[in-house]
């Protein structure tokens, strides 16, 4: 098959679709602003640690990412390869299901027991981000690009919720600490797991042009002429260096307001809900948006999002407050997700976007880890508001280089020219 007809699109759509939901449905059950950190202060872990998780994350993610391209630059069978490195995922989840279900460990170092599964996690992680974005590409027409990623994390989103419910419950049951975790890593296992044999069924394009092999040389020459010639990304690049901030933001939130209000662990399946509810939405209007105006802006309300969810978190002294901060925390990271994959796309235009997917997520990783160790040094030092005020200011500077430095890639030729315009 050359080019994908309309019933080709529908039907990945619809696949997509059910993929996200069972993505969005199991990663309820280990989300990096609520069921992580929480877990791990409930373990014993130290703050440090808890801190770090979002953006620990990232770099885990970022590590394999670029390697992860140079190995499968040559390989034409995008869907097996998308549905293979999805299953690295699995082992890790399994692990942290079968030792806190089953095994239950307490005590001063049975965070650590997790710790290994969630460092196993996102490495696997980083294998799939840029095999994902490879095939993704090749499963949708561009001029739909918008409204597919759009409706699709949407649905991701209704998943999160319903995943959110089964939380609550689950972590309001009799079932003891950390039995109640473990057993909802076997929900999240599994919904994995059907979410990746989804993608047999997904129709692929095939490129116009033969396939053409190269070599590790000719890779990163090309790696080298994109970060040298094409400045507007750089520029993207320098202002997401910036927004790094946002991760150990993420980690904090749950964890400095419960230490403010003493809320229950079990309101993170609150937490949850409402989350997914306010990614949904923003999801599906960030993808029309970024078709209509551009992707750029999509990403910029996103990162608008975050601030107002530093700034309530700063002055939140109710439950009503900490619940609007998980809805700007939605709203951001919805209205990410499908503007960050669709600028990937625009900045690569005719070239390998799995490449660009990789150049992004491993340049920002050292400003990533940056981030978390200042982070902690002023949370130890000063306090969390102080963490607060510092994560705000940089904020602010990050949106406002993407808004006056940064120009949409669909306004701008250099991604297929190569220079600036």
Request: charged fraction near 10%; glycine fraction near 8%; charge should be positive.
């Amino acid at each position: 098959m050359e080019k994908l007809t309309k019933k080709d699109h529908k039907q990945n759509l619809i696949l997509n679709v059910f993929h996200e939901y069972f993505w969005g449905f199991g990663l309820a059950f280990h989300t990096t602003y609520a069921i992580v950190p929480l877990f791990l202060k409930s373990l014993g872990a130290p703050n440090s640690v808890v801190i770090s998780v979002a953006g620990l994350f990232s770099i885990l993610v970022a590590l394999p990412e670029f390697l992860t391209t140079v190995l499968s630059r040559n390989r034409s069978n995008v869907k097996n390869l998308a549905i293979g490195v999805h299953l690295t995922a699995l082992p890790p989840i399994f692990m942290m299901w079968f030792v806190f279900a089953f095994f239950a460990p307490t005590g001063p170092s049975a965070w650590i027991y997790y710790y290994v599964c969630f460092i196993l996690y996102g490495f696997s992680v980083g294998m799939i981000i840029p095999i994902w974005a490879g095939f993704l590409r090749q499963v949708v027409k561009d001029k739909d690009r918008g409204r597919f990623f759009g409706i699709s994390f949407a649905f991701n989103s209704v998943g999160g919720f319903f995943g959110g419910i089964l939380v609550k419950i689950l972590l309001s049951s009799s079932l003891e600490f950390p039995r109640n975790f473990g057993w909802g890593f076997s929900v999240f296992f599994v919904s994995i797991l059907i979410a990746t044999i989804l993608f047999v069924w997904m129709k692929v394009e095939k490129p116009s042009a033969p396939f053409v092999q190269k070599t590790i040389r000719e890779f990163l020459k090309e790696t080298k002429h994109i970060l040298s010639k094409q400045y507007n990304f750089r520029r993207y690049l320098i202002s997401r260096a910036i927004l790094t901030v946002n991760y150990p933001a993420i980690s904090l939130y749950a964890v400095f307001m419960q230490d403010k209000l003493g809320f229950d662990v079990s309101e993170a399946g609150i937490f949850t809900i409402i989350n997914v509810i306010a990614y949904g939405f923003a999801s599906y209007f960030a993808g029309l948006i970024g078709d209509r105006y551009g992707h750029k802006y999509a990403i910029t309300l996103a990162y608008i999002s975050n601030i107002l969810a530093v700034i309530v978190a700063l002055s939140v002294n109710t439950m009503a407050g900490v619940y609007l901060v998980f809805v700007f925390v939605g709203i951001g990271m919805g209205a990410f997700m499908p503007s960050a994959m669709n600028l990937v796309y625009s900045f690569a235009g005719k070239r390998d976007g799995k490449l660009y997917m990789a150049l992004i997520d491993t340049s920002i990783a050292p400003f990533t880890l940056l981030s978390i160790i200042l982070a902690g040094i002023i949370t130890q030092a000063l306090g969390a508001v102080w963490t607060f005020y510092f994560i705000g200011l940089f904020l602010l500077l990050g949106v406002l280089m993407l808004i006056f430095f940064v120009k949409d890639p669909a306004d701008n030729d250099e991604h297929t020219n190569n220079i600036l315009v």
